[in-house]
């Protein structure tokens, strides 16, 4: 059903406006005033294939020609597939700026009510705009909303310019950007092979681009490692550079990183795909644009290109990992190996352990049995609420996320939420128990969110979250600008291993980053991984040249805990929990200090909230 929404012009509200990098579409050209190297190419033929704009009669746009009042309602209700029930005052003039991304802001569902304080987005665009202060009032939060939202950005000499004219290029632009197509309603064209893509240069080489969203070195266009202005290893550099010279010779090959940047590389990937003609070999995209376009079919999978074993990227490969997208048969998704920098582990104090006459906990991973039922045991005997010691005391968001993963549950590892799943429900369940039944774990302070995981430092912890980075900050590490010493020996160890759980594979964190996949409609695509598995692999598997080993062990704290941290490595799941931009109603997750009976049980939270996780993942896949 259509949103009806009036899109009525306010004499005084604001804009900026949106530069987005031409990319090659592969398609006949629409408009013969729009060629693909045009900035706003892309834009213009996506939105026409969807029947938002049109041209004249002579077969141009007009890109450069003025937007109408009346003209950018009518875009923007077709865009946003709105009724347009506006009475839009003297439709003829030429679109200002500001006017413009206020009602495109209005049609995204923001209303001025949503905001309390002007003055604070006014700071924002005056960091921002050398013109801030030109912004009305009344316009100011929604162009501080469109310029974080990544809707529309000022220009090169640092100007906002809320009064200029809006382009019919800058609208389709803005429209492209703000509504982008629907992936999940395409259909992949049906290319016969001899026709797929295959470059090569006058010399004969065959030319492979690697569709990047920033400058990246080193490749085949580079002569000398100071091309680089902030390279610091010159050793390494000239490593990489050596390697690139040699993987050309090695394969007949001239490799290119192609800057579409972060706007272009998702506007490229679904257009060019969907014209059977994709404009890069390899592209690398973060996993919130990889992981739909393997769900639409927009990748080639590994197995089926016969990759050699021993160069397929799995836990024990050095030089590529992967992830493999749950639901499906295939690996689409893989990167250069290298040390995970922030793996989330348990940390425990060992003085506090011996007292009790414990055993280490490492000891019992080693043997199999680090358990939730021996975790919680643990924490029990531990905790004494009179002098303020909990066997437990971190934050809930690594908790919750590390008791999923050993549990071999997810949230939204798919299509389908799975939070009312057998396994979910007995991480919940753990959770509750430990908070609220034996009370094991540290009440959350909502006030203090720091304290709620570094009074270990003091002693009044048995176990927290640890990782190179919060033992830096917190105490223990020595990898930091100041050490924090602790009066204590602290270890490191996994999460323990829930009922559900599998010790050998479960994973040690969720997708993150940023991934490659290979396109359909490539060519030998075989050739293309084989190419980027040798250039990758420019440190010829040394990880002491690859990897910055000495900050990590420094980090750690002890060849011990960096043992145990090592085994986690490269061990990758799958839960976009964190990526949906939701976590529905933390009261279960975080026990506030009032009791416990005014908050859901977990049952009662999976029955209330499982369909806005659906919602949520629903919008994600599209």
């Known amino acids: 059903m259509k949103r009806i929404i009036s899109l009525v012009f306010s004499a005084a509200v604001i804009a900026v406006f949106v530069t987005v990098s031409a990319v090659s579409s592969g398609v006949p050209l629409r408009f013969s005033d729009v060629p693909e190297t045009h900035w706003a190419f892309t834009a213009i033929e996506s939105l026409a294939k969807r029947g938002v704009i049109s041209g004249y009669q002579d077969g141009s746009y007009k890109p450069s020609a003025a937007v109408t009042r009346g003209e950018w309602v009518t875009l923007l209700t077709k865009a946003a597939d709105m009724d347009n029930t506006d009475r839009t005052l003297r439709p003829e003039e030429a679109a200002v700026r500001e006017d413009v991304v206020v009602s495109l802001m209005r049609a995204k569902g923001h209303s001025s009510e949503d905001y309390s304080s002007f003055s604070l987005y006014r700071e924002e665009l005056r960091e921002r705009f050398t013109d801030a202060d030109e912004v009305s009032l009344s316009a100011i939060p929604f162009v501080a909303d469109a310029v974080y939202y990544g809707l529309v950005s000022g220009y090169p000499d640092d100007t906002f310019r809320p009064q200029g004219t809006l382009t019919r290029a800058e609208a389709a632009a803005l429209l492209h950007k703000a509504f982008p197509p629907d992936w999940t309603s395409m259909e992949l064209p049906d290319v016969d092979e001899a026709d797929y893509v295959y470059r090569t240069r006058p010399d004969g080489k065959r030319h492979i681009k690697i569709g990047i969203a920033y400058k990246h070195y080193y490749d085949s266009t580079h002569k000398s490692i100071d091309e680089n202005p902030r390279v610091w290893n010159r050793d390494a ?5 050596d390697n690139v010279r040699a993987v050309e010779e090695k394969h007949n090959v001239f490799i290119e990183y ?17 014209a059977g003609k994709p404009d890069a070999d390899i592209y690398r995209v973060e996993a919130s644009t990889a992981v739909p376009a393997v769900l639409n079919n927009f990748a080639v999978g590994l197995e089926s290109l016969g990759v050699a074993p021993d160069r397929f990227p799995n ?15 295939e690996t689409y998704l893989f990167r250069p190996a290298e040390i995970h920098m922030g793996i989330y582990m348990i940390g425990y104090n060992k003085d506090l352990i011996a007292q009790h006459n414990l055993e280490d906990p490492q000891k019992l991973w080693d043997e199999d049995r680090w358990t939730w039922d021996v975790f919680q045991r643990y924490c029990a005997e531990i905790t004494d609420r009179d002098r303020n010691i909990y066997g437990w005391s971190g934050y809930w968001t690594n908790f919750l996320q590390g008791l999923l993963i050993t549990n071999n549950a997810a949230i939204a590892s798919g299509t389908r939420q799975t939070l009312d799943s057998t396994e979910t429900l007995e991480v919940l369940n753990f959770i509750t128990y430990m908070y609220n039944i034996d009370r094991s774990a540290r009440p959350w ?8 995981n570094n009074l270990y430092a003091r002693g009044l912890s048995g176990f927290w979250i640890s990782t190179t980075w919060l033992n830096n900050e917190q105490g223990g590490g020595r990898g930091g600008e100041r050490e924090i010493p602790l009066d204590f020996d602290f270890g490191m160890v996994p999460f323990p291993v829930g009922p559900n759980g599998d010790k050998d594979t479960m994973p040690a964190y969720n997708l993150e980053n940023e991934y490659y996949f290979i396109p359909k409609y490539i060519k030998d695509p075989e050739q293309v991984y084989d190419v980027f598995y040798d250039f990758t692999n420019w440190f ?22 960096l043992k145990y941290y090592m085994e986690m490595q490269g061990r990758v799941g799958f839960d976009l929990i964190y990526n949906l931009g939701i976590l529905a109603d933390t009261d279960l997750i975080i026990p506030q200090l009032y009791p416990y009976e005014d908050k859901k049980t977990p049952r009662q939270y999976v ?14 896949f599209k």
């Open 540 to 561: 010829d598997g040394d990880l002491d040249l690859r990897d910055d080993l000495t900050w990590i062990k420094n980090s750690l704290a002890t060849e011990e805990n």
């Open 315 to 329: 836990n024990g490969n050095i030089i590529m990992e992967s992830v493999k997208i749950p639901m499906q048969n």
């Open 258 to 274: 192609v800057n579409m940047t972060w706007e272009g590389i998702r506007e490229n990937i679904p257009i060019s795909i969907m």
């Open 607 to 620: 029955d209330t909230y499982k369909h806005v996780y659906q919602n949520a993942l629903d919008k994600y």
């Open 445 to 452: 302070d909502n006030t203090n969110w720091y304290s709620n």
């Open 237 to 241: 550099a000239q490593m990489q550079l």
